[in-house]
C-alpha cells in the first residue's frame, strides 16, 4: 500500500513546488499572457466592430442601390410613355393632314368634273342648235322651194289657227 498512498514530506516539497512556481509564474508570465489575451481579445472585438460597420454599410448601399434602380425604373417608364404619347400624337397629326389633303384633292377633282361636265353640256347644246338649225334650214329650203308648196304650207298653218 505504500506505492498507493504518498508520504507527509514529498506532499510537503511538492506544495512548496506549486507556490513557488506559481508565484514565479504570476510575477513573469501571468502579465504577460493575460496582455496578449487582451489584445487578441480588443483587435477580435475591432475585427467584429468593423465587420458589423462594413455589414451596416452594405446593407445601406444596397438600400440606395435599391432606390436608385426604383428611380431609374420610374425614370424609364415615364420616357418610355412621353415617347410613346409623342408617336401617338405625330400620327394622329400625319392622319388629320393627309385627311384634309384627300378631302380637298377629291373636293378639287369634284369641282374639275363639274366644270368640265358644264363645259361639255354647253358644247353639247350648241352642237345640237347648229344641228337644228342646219336640219330646219335644210326642211324649210325642201319644203319651201317652189311656190306650190310654200302656198300649201301657208295654208295649213290657217287652217290649224281657225281650229283651235
Not at 410613346?84 to 378631302?103: H, L, W, Y
Amino acid at each position: 500500500m505504500e506505492l498507493l498512498t504518498p508520504g507527509v514530506g514529498l506532499i510537503f516539497w511538492q506544495l512548496i513546488t506549486f507556490v513557488a512556481l506559481f508565484f514565479f509564474l504570476a510575477k513573469m508570465a501571468w502579465k504577460p499572457i493575460m496582455e496578449s489575451l487582451k489584445i487578441r481579445e480588443t483587435s477580435i472585438q475591432e475585427a467584429l466592430d468593423s465587420a458589423e460597420k462594413a455589414k451596416q454599410e452594405m446593407a445601406s448601399l444596397q438600400e440606395n442601390n435599391e432606390k436608385l434602380l426604383a428611380e431609374a425604373r420610374e425614370e424609364r417608364d415615364k420616357l418610355i410613355k412621353d415617347a410613346r404619347d409623342a408617336a401617338n400624337a405625330i400620327k394622329e397629326g400625319a392622319k388629320a393632314d393627309a385627311s384634309k389633303i384627300s378631302t380637298k384633292m377629291i373636293d378639287d377633282a369634284k369641282a374639275a368634273i363639274e366644270t368640265e361636265k358644264n363645259a361639255a353640256l354647253a358644247e353639247v347644246k350648241n352642237t345640237v342648235a347648229e344641228l337644228s338649225i342646219e336640219i330646219a334650214e335644210k326642211v324649210l329650203k325642201q319644203k319651201l322651194g317652189n311656190d306650190k308648196a310654200q302656198k300649201e304650207l301657208v295654208d295649213g298653218y290657217v287652217n290649224e289657227l281657225k281650229l283651235n
